[in-house]
């Protein structure tokens, strides 16, 4: 079927229209130092806002697809994500990368360390390998059939995983979803999912007791019932009123709350999906927005 300029033009700007709109929903949670990103944000999940919006003779719709974490199930939702509630691989050490492959890709702990030293070695300034064996820097690469170096600098698209040792499609599969490049490095613990945070150290008991607190009483994220993190100095102590902490679990959670949560987000993941009545071609575009008002990446297909 052939399709005309004026279809396509058309459709690229229903698809427009849900990016401006999901950044106008982000820009009108503005948000402080002293404030907090949740599902419970319309910027999250709303479908009177983000679902089948009509525009002129198509429509649109701001999606995405999220694991729910209580029944293990991937699920639709009409919103935006926030790349903090994510890995950022260019900001995550070795001990952080390994753990993530473990829970995240059942990688042994062999290969798990091997591939999280790969990732490391990949973007870090030197040619020096991390461990003596299972990594690869510029003599690794040079070897191959279509020889090129380790980058030493940080990852710019998250397809560069490709090129690092001992990734391929099925692993980038399992891996994309929870990682990013954006932001600095801090975890929003009201959004990322249970994987991430035991990849931050957490063990799955503890992380369990913060999924449950999040989902509340009827199991259901982003309902009225939500438990939510106002501030880091508030995780603990909103989190023991609700659920048993031992002594270790608290020493726990306070380590990984200094080091690597937050509950603000800065960098937003927006789909956009336009379709025009009557016709099977849809076209989609992908941006990342930062809260700071800055597109940071744009894609069309």
Request: contains cysteine; hydrophobic residues 35%; negative net charge.
């Amino acid at each position: 079927m052939v399709y005309s300029l004026d279809e396509r033009s058309k459709l690229r700007l229903i698809a427009e229209s849900g990016i401006k709109k999901a950044i106008l929903q982000i820009e009108r949670a503005k948000k402080t130092d002293e404030d907090y990103d949740s599902f419970s944000d319309d910027w999250s999940h709303s479908l009177g806002i983000f679902k089948d919006i009509r525009t002129g003779d198509g429509s649109y719709s701001v999606y995405y697809t999220f694991m729910n974490d209580k029944t293990g199930r991937a699920e639709s939702r009409y919103g935006a994500v926030d790349e903090e509630s994510k890995l950022n691989i260019n900001k995550a050490d070795q001990k952080v990368l390994r753990q993530f492959c473990r829970v995240v890709l059942g990688s042994s702990e062999t290969e798990a360390q091997e591939l999280a030293a790969s990732i490391v070695d990949w973007r870090d300034k030197d040619s020096e390998l991390s461990i003596p064996l299972g990594s690869a820097e510029d003599m690794d690469y040079r070897a191959l059939y279509y020889p090129y170096e380790a980058k030493d600098d940080k990852f710019e698209v998250l397809e560069e995983l490709f090129l690092v040792k001992g990734i391929d499609k099925d692993i980038y599969k399992k891996m994309e979803q929870y990682v990013t490049i954006y932001g600095k490095g801090k975890v929003n613990i009201n959004t990322a999912p249970a994987y991430v945070l035991m990849a931050l150290g957490l063990n799955a008991r503890l992380t369990d007791k913060i999924i449950s607190y999040r989902y509340g009483q009827d199991n259901m994220i982003g309902t009225a019932d939500d438990g939510v993190f106002t501030s880091t100095g508030a995780i603990i102590p909103k989190l023991s009123q609700s659920v048993s902490l031992s002594e270790s679990e608290i020493a726990e959670l306070s380590r990984v709350v200094e080091q690597h949560l937050t509950v603000l987000s800065e960098h937003f993941n927006i789909r956009s999906k336009a379709a025009l009545d009557g016709r099977r071609r849809t076209h989609e575009i992908v941006c990342i927005f930062e809260r700071a008002g800055r597109i940071l990446y744009w894609h069309e297909s």
